[in-house]
């Protein structure tokens, strides 16, 4: 005998979880969006802007971690790897400290998604700086990208897309490295 009732429990359940899901992949796309926002507001030295930005993404991004089974879905995490990314970026810009992933409410592997992410938006700040004859900042940059790096050699990441981002960071690490040898060599840093 067929149950016809269960059947109708099992499409009521996976209607429920298609419309959470959807729900959930919408909402990314608005925290992806204002943590690109954000980097670009950064960039362009607009900290306010980028705060406030990343203020909303904070409370949407609560929002949906609440929400059963969330994590799960992969636009999620790419949100909260990039809203990490923002959050880092921004802390350096204004000369703080890296907020941790329990300030930020984040796994270990979306947050060190985010670090080295990070490592990208500090080669092009480091290469815009130079660009603007601002030396010292470029040098900063590599220096700190270098301590960055020096961390997460401590680590054994996998054949990942985490791996992958960190194989990243040491081409980062190698564009500044060069450019900073390059400015030496040029005489405009000692």
């Given at each position: 005998?067929v149950?016809?009732?269960m059947?109708?429990r099992?499409?009521?359940?996976?209607?429920?979880?298609?419309?959470m899901?959807?729900?959930?992949i919408?909402?990314?796309?608005?925290?992806?969006?204002?943590?690109k926002q954000a980097?670009y507001?950064?960039?362009?030295?607009?900290t306010?802007?980028?705060?406030?930005?990343?203020k909303?993404?904070?409370?949407?991004?609560a929002r949906l971690s609440?929400k059963?089974?969330?994590?799960?879905?992969g636009a999620?995490?790419?949100?909260?790897?990039?809203?990490?990314?923002?959050?880092?970026?921004?802390?350096?810009?204004?000369?703080?400290?890296?907020?941790t992933?329990?300030?930020?409410?984040?796994?270990?592997?979306?947050?060190l998604a985010g670090?080295c992410?990070?490592?990208?938006?500090l080669?092009?700040?480091?290469?815009?700086?130079?660009?603007?004859?601002?030396?010292?900042s470029?040098k900063?940059?590599?220096?700190?990208?270098?301590?960055i790096y020096e961390?997460?050699?401590?680590?054994?990441f996998?054949?990942s897309?985490l791996?992958?981002?960190?194989?990243?960071?040491?081409?980062?690490?190698?564009?500044?490295?060069?450019?900073?040898?390059?400015?030496k060599?040029?005489?405009?840093?000692?």
């Amino acid at each position: 005998m067929v149950d016809k009732n269960m059947f109708a429990r099992l499409r009521k359940e996976l209607a429920a979880q298609d419309a959470m899901r959807e729900e959930v992949i919408k909402d990314s796309r608005g925290i992806l969006k204002s943590a690109k926002q954000a980097i670009y507001a950064v960039h362009r030295g607009d900290t306010t802007k980028a705060e406030r930005l990343l203020k909303s993404a904070a409370t949407q991004l609560a929002r949906l971690s609440k929400k059963k089974g969330s994590e799960s879905i992969g636009a999620l995490g790419d949100a909260q790897e990039e809203y990490v990314e923002a959050r880092l970026y921004l802390a350096f810009a204004q000369d703080k400290p890296l907020p941790t992933p329990q300030t930020l409410r984040v796994g270990a592997e979306r947050y060190l998604a985010g670090v080295c992410d990070l490592v990208g938006e500090l080669v092009r700040a480091g290469i815009n700086a130079s660009i603007k004859e601002d030396y010292a900042s470029a040098k900063h940059i590599k220096d700190f990208v270098a301590r960055i790096y020096e961390e997460l050699l401590q680590f054994d990441f996998r054949n990942s897309s985490l791996r992958r981002k960190f194989d990243a960071t040491k081409y980062g690490l190698d564009k500044l490295e060069d450019l900073v040898y390059d400015l030496k060599l040029r005489g405009k840093l000692s």
